[in-house]
């Protein structure tokens, strides 16, 4: 039951099938071009990693570093980078253990501003990682793929 318009592909650890295609067919398609999320992402990394900029000049040089990582992630992101595809998976996860790290040595759910920042950048990291990782425009636009549910449904 093979033809032109069937598309067979290897599931991946998920069970999920991906169609791969090249930068040139992403750059076509109208799915290729960022939508409103996706640059909302990138504009909070370049935001909050000039934030830390600021901060970490004034305060701790690994600060300044993160800082500088975060900005840059968000300036591959607008680049179509992978690299910066994983970075923005991986490295503000920082967020969350400066988030769980100041909750359990204040002795208190929320007791200061810091915390609050700490908090919201978290909140916006699990959001922003999870529809980067599962997205349909992301995986589309950064990893070249997108899914094949004929190719699923096929193998029921």
């Not at 067979?8 to 799915?31: C, L, M, N």
Request: proline letters at 3%; a positive charge; charged letters at 15%.
């Amino acid at each position: 039951m093979s033809d032109e318009t069937t598309v067979i592909t290897q599931p991946d650890s998920f069970g999920r099938h991906w169609v791969y295609v090249t930068e040139a067919q992403v750059r076509g398609h109208s799915k290729g071009r960022f939508g409103l999320v996706v640059w909302l992402i990138c504009l909070w990394f370049v935001a909050v990693g000039g934030l830390e900029i600021v901060l970490g000049s004034s305060s701790s040089f690994p600060r300044l570093v993160f800082g500088v990582v975060l900005f840059l992630t968000g300036a591959g992101l607008v680049l179509r980078r992978r690299q910066a595809y994983l970075a923005a998976l991986f490295v503000p996860m920082i967020f969350l253990i400066r988030f769980f790290s100041q909750a359990s040595g204040y002795g208190g759910i929320l007791s200061g501003p810091a915390q609050y920042y700490h908090l919201c950048n978290a909140l916006v990291v699990v959001g922003g990682c999870f529809y980067l990782f599962e997205g349909d425009r992301p995986n589309f636009i950064f990893r070249r793929r997108y899914r094949s549910y004929r190719a699923e449904s096929a193998q029921k």
